[in-house]
Antibody
Framework: EVQLVESGGGLVQPGGSLRLSCAAS????????MHWVRQAPGKGLVWVAR????????NYVDSVKGRFTISRDNRKSMMFLQMNSVREEDTAVYYC????????????WGQGTLVTVAS | QTVVTQEPSLTVSPGGTVTLTCAST?????????ANWFQQKPGQPPRALIY???NKHSWTPARFSGSLLGDKAALTLSGVQPEDEADYYC?????????FGGGTRLTVL
């Protein structure tokens, strides 16, 4: 059974940093692209970033470029999102999602972790 | 800035058919946008329904189908059930990045 479990959310002050983690199981983690998606309270989904199977390629939404860094550890079946210089508008539930091994699909999702940016 | 547009809300009767659409400010949505569709119910993470325009996941009910309709991607629900009441999001690929639509709130009434 595919499982994705996010952790690391919490309350952080504007300008601060936070590191989110996503623990994957039930599939060959190293064979799949992985994504971060966020959802502000009461709002829609926003795609945040993706990382290639071996970590050699990453993409970001413009609003987080230069502040957030996506990474992965295939030995531990983990993905990360390092969030620096956070802003109040980064407040959201952050989901990790499994992408494709080939093709263009976003399939399995975790339950999400809440990040609140406030002073 | 690329914007993906969906109907904010739609209402359908049980047993009826409804089509949700997904448009891009960059122009016509084609198969190269690899449209994905997701269903989200309150308090739950999204659930994938359709990928690469018209492909169903193993868990996707047969009443859901994806297509291209004119210059948009489309999700059609045929024989709508009460449990289909939810928010629906499309996701389009822009050659490296992905962009979600704003979502459609589907009411079954």
């Amino acid at each position: 059974e595919v499982q994705l479990v996010e952790s690391g959310g919490g309350l952080v002050q504007p300008g601060g940093s936070l590191r989110l983690s996503c623990a994957a199981s039930g599939f060959t983690f190293s064979s799949y692209w992985m994504h971060w998606v966020r959802q502000a309270p009461g709002k829609g989904l926003v795609w945040v970033a993706r990382i290639k199977t071996d970590g050699s390629s990453t993409n970001y939404v413009d609003s987080v470029k230069g502040r957030f860094t996506i990474s992965r550890d295939n030995r531990k079946s983990m993905m990360f999102l390092q969030m620096n210089s956070v802003r109040e508008e980064d407040t959201a539930v952050y989901y990790c999602a499994r992408g494709a091994s080939s093709g263009y699909v976003v399939s399995y999702w975790g339950q999400g972790t809440l990040v609140t940016v406030a002073s | 800035q690329t914007v993906v547009t969906q109907e904010p809300s739609l209402t359908v009767s049980p047993g009826g058919t409804v089509t949700l659409t997904c448009a891009s400010t960059t122009g016509a949505v084609t198969s190269s946008f690899y449209a994905n569709w997701f269903q989200q119910k309150p308090g739950q993470p999204p659930r994938a329904l359709i990928y690469s325009t018209d492909n169903k996941h193993s868990w996707t009910p047969a009443r859901f189908s994806g297509s291209l309709l004119g210059d948009k991607a489309a999700l059609t629900l045929s024989g709508v059930q009460p449990e289909d009441e939810a928010d629906y999001y499309c996701l389009l690929f822009y050659g490296g990045t992905w962009v979600f639509g704003g979502g459609t709130r589907l009411t079954v009434l």
